[in-house]
């Protein structure tokens, strides 16, 4: 069975502060796919990134970085320079390559970031 | 605009009335699938369907059921809704089931049962 752990449920913090959001999965798949979501206070759910399990290169974008370690089955999230306008619940999320989970994409619990001005 | 489309954004409604949430998606995805989010207990996936006339339990699928008689259009349908369907349901679509494709959610309905 696949399972999603975001261990931190709230993390506070001040604008420009950098912050990383921890993600841990467990999968028998030898090939899968990691997604982080954004759940702005308006309530929908917006695509972040997605990775798959052969690609550890780290990627940025803009404030956004994503550090993947399959030997510990990691997909942590950082934010540099944190912005108000980054408070949301963000979702790490799995989903395996072949469809034998029949496309279902498994969420962790989420992790409530809120950005202090 | 790709986009997933989910209607009604609110809806309030009384035990035992039946109701139809609509979703459609102008992508041409092949999968789609509802999920619910509960506080506690996150995001759950409720049907999906690989296809047109393809469609299958997830895994909290008491209380709904689904069709997919085109493409483009999955509706969830709560024939006789309880409060413990009280929840923010999302309506998303993927190219296909495999795992490259992400899914793409709606905007959310919010779904209160009294």
């Known amino acids: 069975a696949q399972k999603v752990t975001q261990a931190q449920t709230e993390i506070s913090v001040v604008e420009k502060e950098d912050v990383t959001l921890d993600c841990v999965y467990e999968?028998?798949?030898?090939?899968?796919?990691l997604f982080w979501y954004k759940q702005p206070p308006s309530g929908e759910l917006v695509f972040l990134i997605r990775?798959?399990?052969?690609?550890?290169q780290n990627e940025i974008s803009g404030r956004y970085s994503w550090n993947f370690q399959k030997s510990t089955s990691s997909f942590n999230f950082t934010i540099t320079a944190s912005q108000v306008v980054d408070s949301a619940v963000y979702f790490c999320?799995?989903?395996?390559?072949?469809?034998?989970?029949?496309?279902?994409?498994?969420f962790g619990q989420g992790t409530i970031l809120t950005v202090h001005p | 605009e790709a986009q997933v489309t989910q209607n009604p954004r609110y809806l309030i409604t009384v035990t035992g009335k039946k109701l139809t949430v609509t979703c459609s998606q102008n992508?041409?995805?092949?999968?789609m699938s509802w999920y619910r989010q509960d506080p506690g207990l996150g995001l759950r996936q409720i049907y999906y369907?690989?296809?047109?006339?393809?469609?299958d339990k997830g895994d909290v699928p008491e209380g709904y059921k689904v069709s997919r008689k085109e493409k483009r259009n999955f509706p969830l349908i709560l024939e006789s809704p309880s409060p413990n369907q009280t929840s923010l349901y999302f309506c998303?679509?993927?190219?296909?089931?495999?795992?490259?494709?992400?899914?793409?959610f709606g905007n959310g309905t919010r779904l209160t049962v009294t």
């Open positions: 369907s690989m296809n047109v006339e393809v469609t």
């Open positions: 992508m041409n995805h092949e999968y």
């Open positions: 999320a799995l989903r395996d390559a072949g469809g034998t989970s029949y496309g279902k994409l498994t």
């Open positions: 990775r798959n399990s052969f690609d550890e």
């Open positions: 998303a679509s993927s190219l296909s089931r495999t795992g490259g494709s992400p899914l793409h």
């Open positions: 999968t028998r798949d030898t090939t899968y796919y």
